[in-house]
Structure formats: structure tokens, C-alpha cells
């Protein structure tokens, strides 16, 4: 009869992936953190430490509001305009290139995270990714929210307002989508922070 092998704590409760994790420490840099939560989007670059992660530079989507965002914190657009700002913020630090920890999460092509991915890499920080990872270019630049709300207004408004209901709220009209995500990523790559 084999002996019983407890699972540690953190990977009992699904926190921490140990394996993943030991193979981006190995790695020698930085690791860059991604949290998409049903509201917001928030990423930090650490240094791993045996005392604990070091953080080194962190940006929150809601710091996109003061740079004249007005569309969703957590759209695929805007991971990759929060990605070109994380990126920013990080090479201010110090930071030149870094690894993607995903921690128990699974990476999704063509997800959020790839998107925020991608605008950290446009920034200038090196992060290992192929480009078959990334979303589209139509997706990234907020064009086909701008084609589905342009299309569901016209054929269902009830549904239109009820779907988009929070933008309209706050007094954005989601077929401006591509305008938007143009004017805020000149903001943030004209230096802004």
C-alpha cells in the first residue's frame, strides 16, 4: 500500500500552481501578474523573493479614467490599453522584459490577458509570446463592440440598451469605441501616467 501524500494548502485550495510557479521564478525575471475581476483589471510586475514577492511597478484600469477612457475597465480593448500603461509604468522602474504568471488560471488565446499582453509588449517590455496568442487587431481597437452595438441598435434597442445599459449610463456610446481606444493609447504612449 503506498503512503498518503498531502497536497500543500495552497494548492488544496487552488491558489498557487507550484510547478508553474517554480518554472517562472527559473526563468530569472520579473513576472508580471494579471487579475481580471468582474469589474476591474489589475496587473503588477514582482520579483520573486524567498520573503515574499517584491512589487515593482502596478497599474489598475481605473487609472485609464483620468486618461480620458470612458468605455468598460474590463473590455478587451481595455486590457490592451491597461498592458501599454503597466508596460510604461514598468520601464520607469527598471523593468525591460518580464514572464507572464498566470498562477491556477489557464491561458486563453485571444483572451483578455493576451490582450494585455500585447499592449505591454507595444510598450517596450519583452515578454515571451507568440503572435498567434494575441486577439485580432479589430478586437484590440474596440471595432467589433463598435459593429455589434451599431447592429444590435438597430435591430433590437430594447436589447441594445439593456446589453450596454452601464455605458450608456455614464453617457458612452459604445459605436465609439474605436475613437476612444485611439485617443486614450496616444495619451498613454505620449507619456502620460
Given at each position: ?21 517554480r ?60 498592458g ?15 514572464v507572464l ?12 490577458m493576451a490582450?494585455f ?35 444590435l441598435?438597430?435591430?433590437d ?9 452601464a ?6 456610446d ?7 481606444v ?12
Open positions: 500500500m503506498s503512503p498518503y501524500v498531502p497536497l500543500l494548502r495552497r494548492r488544496r485550495r487552488g491558489q498557487t500552481d507550484y510547478r508553474a510557479r518554472r517562472a521564478i527559473a526563468s530569472q525575471k520579473p513576472l508580471l501578474v494579471v487579475r481580471v475581476s468582474n469589474k476591474n483589471v489589475s496587473s503588477q510586475f514582482v520579483k520573486p523573493s524567498a520573503k515574499g514577492d517584491m512589487v515593482l511597478s502596478s497599474a489598475h484600469s481605473r487609472e485609464l479614467i483620468r486618461l480620458g477612457w470612458h468605455g468598460s475597465l474590463k473590455s478587451t480593448p481595455a486590457c490592451y490599453l491597461l501599454m500603461l503597466a508596460g510604461k509604468k514598468a520601464q520607469a522602474k527598471g523593468v525591460s522584459e518580464a504568471y498566470m498562477g491556477v488560471l489557464p491561458f486563453i488565446r485571444g483572451a483578455r490582450a499582453v500585447k499592449g505591454a509588449i507595444e510598450s517596450g517590455v519583452q515578454i515571451p509570446m507568440g503572435e498567434e496568442a494575441f486577439p485580432s487587431a479589430d478586437r484590440l481597437s474596440g471595432k467589433t463592440i463598435s459593429e455589434y452595438a451599431t447592429t441598435s438597430s435591430e434597442a430594447k436589447a441594445y440598451s439593456k446589453k450596454f445599459s455605458l450608456l449610463k455614464s453617457g458612452f459604445p459605436k465609439g469605441y474605436p475613437a476612444q485611439e485617443k486614450t493609447k496616444a495619451a498613454i504612449m505620449g507619456g502620460k501616467k
